[in-house]
């Protein structure tokens, strides 16, 4: 069990994949949407995952996330099992200074939508702010996935 301390920004270019360290497909579905808790089922490149959400702070930059690795053959089981409106994206990790960006470039229904993530230790905590970084919609609950699989970025 942890707390997820994040801020969520639009990009302005692709300048982040020349920076990049890695990327990988996935692919996410959601077995429920309550707004008290969020269960994700999730295919991160060849490894599955079951995660649990909690309702976000105030100003959404906190909440509790609990995550566990399940085997890939449970995970492809349990997608099927899940509410309509599958997330599929590729995330870039881009290591910047003493922070991890992960920016997701979404397919399907949402394609066209880039969005960029940064972890922190506290909601105080600075970081940088590369150029690609474009306007912050943290706490903005349109650009989370579970919203995004019910309201895709094609119908905005």
């Not at 269960?39 to 959404?60: M, P």
Request: glycine content about 6%; aromatic content about 10%.
């Amino acid at each position: 069990m942890s707390l997820e301390i994040e801020r969520k920004f639009l990009v302005n270019s692709e300048a982040f994949i020349k920076e990049a360290s890695s990327k990988v497909r996935i692919v996410q579905g959601f077995l429920t949407k309550d707004p008290n808790r969020v269960v994700r089922i999730r295919i991160k490149g060849d490894e599955g995952f079951i995660t649990i959400k909690g309702i976000s702070n105030e100003n959404g930059t906190t909440r509790f996330e609990w995550e566990k690795k399940i085997p890939i053959n449970d995970a492809e089981s349990l997608l099927k099992l899940c509410l309509p409106g599958i997330i599929d994206k590729t995330r870039y990790e881009i290591p910047i200074w003493k922070h991890l960006y992960e920016v997701d470039v979404f397919e399907g229904d949402n394609e066209g939508l880039v969005i960029a993530e940064v972890e922190l230790e506290n909601e105080n905590d600075s970081f940088q702010k590369p150029k690609w970084l474009g306007k912050e919609v943290t706490g903005d609950s349109k650009y989370y996935n579970s919203q995004l699989s019910e309201h895709p970025y094609k119908n905005w």
